[in-house]
């Protein structure tokens, strides 16, 4: 099996593991598969090879012999889909994780990146806390209800699975806002995330191309 996914070749995230070929990376330990990387300056991201398989000129992509997709979701839903380890055997549980899945990507994510956006498109603004802090208290609406739901459990629905890898990867973008810390359950949610093998080896892979393109 000959897997190759792309990734930034210069990251704007300086290496913190917030660009999303992390998330393609960890599921590919997780399940234990080999894969090389492709990595791309932004203007070839907008020429015709790299659109070819990804029309919106984004990352990551993931190319496994014929096979070519793009979007870390379907991207993670494939190789869970494909290789044991991150969906459950039973046909109700596996149902729930891959809407826990959507739930990460469609409901938690935009929010949470719509912040950061308004802080690089929109921080000069004199209006920009005022739209800082309504977009923080709909965080927090979201943060409150994901909160509740999770309680004192370990993961999403019972064990680790990829709804947890993409839950995880999506509070992480929260970092340094401080908005998490508010929900200790979720802060200490994360850190179980961040501490399984998996995710270092994919978090050190990740940021040892930020180490080199920095001594560029």
């Known amino acids: ?20 070929d992390m998330r393609v990376r960890w599921a590919l330990e997780e ?12 203007q ?5 090879a790299h659109l070819a398989l990804q029309p919106f000129g ?13 979007e870390t979701g379907a991207i993670v839903l494939h190789i869970a889909e494909q290789h044991p380890g991150l969906l459950p ?19 938690m994510e935009p929010v949470i990146v719509e912040r950061e956006m308004a802080g690089y498109q929109e921080g000069d603004r ?10 923080e208290d709909r965080i927090r609406r979201r ?29 992480r973008r929260l970092e340094g806002a401080g908005l998490l810390e508010e929900f200790p359950n979720l802060a200490a949610y994360v ?3 961040q501490a399984r093998p998996a995710y270092r080896r994919a978090f050190e892979a990740q940021r040892a191309v930020f180490l080199a393109s920095a001594k560029d």
Request: net charge neutral.
């Open 1 to 20: 099996m000959s897997i190759t996914i792309t990734a930034f070749a210069s990251s704007p995230d300086r290496g913190r593991g917030h660009a999303r």
């Open 31 to 42: 399940v234990g598969l080999p894969y090389e990387v492709r990595l791309l300056s932004f």
């Open 44 to 48: 070839a991201m907008k020429e015709p």
């Open 58 to 70: 984004q990352i990551p992509t993931y190319e496994e012999h014929g096979l070519a997709l793009f």
């Open 89 to 107: 055997k039973d046909s109700e549980a596996r149902a729930r994780a891959i809407s826990w899945m959507f739930a990460a990507l469609s409901t």
């Open 126 to 135: 004199s209006w920009y806390q005022e739209r800082l802090g309504m977009v």
């Open 143 to 171: 943060l409150g209800q994901l909160s509740a739901r999770l309680g004192d459990a370990e993961w999403l629905d019972g064990a680790f699975s990829a709804a947890d890898l993409l839950m995880v990867t999506v509070l």
């Open 191 to 193: 850190t179980r995330g």
